[in-house]
Each structure stands twice: as structure tokens, then as C-alpha cells.
């Protein structure tokens, strides 16, 4: 077999009702789980049943923040092992993730928050000094840590 049908042959079958992102992976979990599904430079490897793991605490985390089917959620996080599982936790919830390049300052993060009308960001601490300055008039209401320790609302 190619290594092209080796890669692709576990996401050959059809989308229907059961293909979303969240039931993949959790096929994956349960078919696989010991096989590698994210790996990081510096930072280690997820399994897949680590990742559904992983993403469902997320999930989990997120709901209790506020966060619900339908809401956008922006991530203002590093390319990390946290990027996949802040979006399979929105997944999960029916909620969106909006990435938002984590180089943006000013305007153009303003910008960003406002057009993705978004009420949520999930961050990386390195990046509160440069969200808080442009937070008024964006529309959002929580600030959620990356590390799934801190929650702020915002007045």
C-alpha cells in the first residue's frame, strides 16, 4: 500500500451525521489510541486518546466558563499542543474557534476581536498586555487562560 492510502485511508469513508471533527477523533480514540495524532517541537506528542481526552476536559472547562453551541471563541494562542485542544473543546461544544495571529497588536487585534464578534478569548498570559488596550468596545466578556486556570470577566 502507498503511503498516501495509508495516511488517507482512515478518513476515506463518507461525512454523514457522525463525520464531524468530534466524532473522527473520537473514533480515532477508540480504533487507535495509542497512535500519534499531534506532535509539538519542544513539547512533546498527543495520542489520539489523549487528544479526545484531553479535548473533552476542554470542553468541559470552556462550557463551565460560559461558553455554549453557537458562540465564537477566539484563541490567542502559541502554535502548541493547547491550539488542538482549544479547538476540538469548542468543537465539542458546538462553538467556534476563531485563531487569531498571535503577532496582531493594536488595530489590528481590535480589529479582529470585533469582526469575529466573538464574547470569549481563550490566551496564552504572554499576550494579556497586548489584548487588554484594545478589549474595550470588541464585544467580549471573558478572558479564559490557556492554562484552564484563570477566568476574568470583563465590565
Same mark, same amino acid.
Given at each position: 500500500?502507498?503511503?498516501?492510502d495509508? %495516511?488517507?485511508?482512515?478518513?476515506?469513508?463518507?461525512l454523514?451525521?457522525a463525520?464531524?471533527?468530534?466524532?473522527?477523533?473520537q473514533?480515532?480514540?477508540?480504533a487507535?489510541?495509542?497512535?500519534?495524532?499531534?506532535?509539538?517541537? $519542544?513539547? !512533546?506528542?498527543?495520542?489520539?486518546h489523549?487528544?479526545? &481526552?484531553?479535548?473533552?476536559?476542554?470542553? !468541559?472547562?470552556?462550557?463551565?466558563a !460560559?461558553? +455554549?453551541r453557537?458562540?465564537?471563541?477566539? @484563541? =490567542?494562542?502559541p502554535?502548541s499542543?493547547?491550539?488542538?485542544?482549544?479547538?476540538?473543546?469548542?468543537?465539542?461544544?458546538? +462553538?467556534?474557534? #476563531?485563531? %487569531?495571529? @498571535?503577532?496582531?497588536k493594536?488595530?489590528?487585534?481590535?480589529?479582529? =476581536?470585533? /469582526?469575529? +464578534?466573538?464574547?470569549?478569548?481563550? =490566551?496564552?498570559?504572554?499576550?494579556?498586555?497586548?489584548?487588554?488596550?484594545?478589549?474595550? $468596545?470588541?464585544?467580549? &466578556?471573558?478572558?479564559?487562560?490557556?492554562?484552564?486556570?484563570? /477566568?476574568f &470577566? #470583563?465590565?
Open positions: 500500500m502507498s503511503m498516501r495509508q %495516511v488517507l485511508r482512515p478518513w476515506a469513508h463518507p454523514d451525521s463525520g464531524t471533527l468530534p466524532h473522527l477523533v473514533a480515532h480514540a477508540q487507535t489510541p495509542d497512535q500519534l495524532a499531534f506532535t509539538s517541537i $519542544g513539547q !512533546g506528542s498527543l495520542t489520539w489523549t487528544l479526545w &481526552e484531553q479535548s473533552r476536559r476542554w470542553a !468541559g472547562w470552556l462550557s463551565a !460560559g461558553v +455554549a453557537g458562540d465564537r471563541v477566539v @484563541t =490567542l494562542v502554535q499542543l493547547e491550539s488542538p485542544l482549544a479547538w476540538m473543546g469548542c468543537s465539542l461544544l458546538g +462553538a467556534v474557534d #476563531v485563531s %487569531v495571529n @498571535t503577532d496582531f493594536g488595530e489590528w487585534l481590535r480589529n479582529a =476581536l470585533t /469582526v469575529s +464578534a466573538a464574547r470569549h478569548v481563550v =490566551l496564552a498570559r504572554r499576550f494579556l498586555d497586548a489584548l487588554l488596550p484594545v478589549l474595550p $468596545g470588541s464585544g467580549i &466578556e471573558h478572558l479564559l487562560g490557556d492554562d484552564g486556570v484563570f /477566568v &470577566e #470583563v465590565h
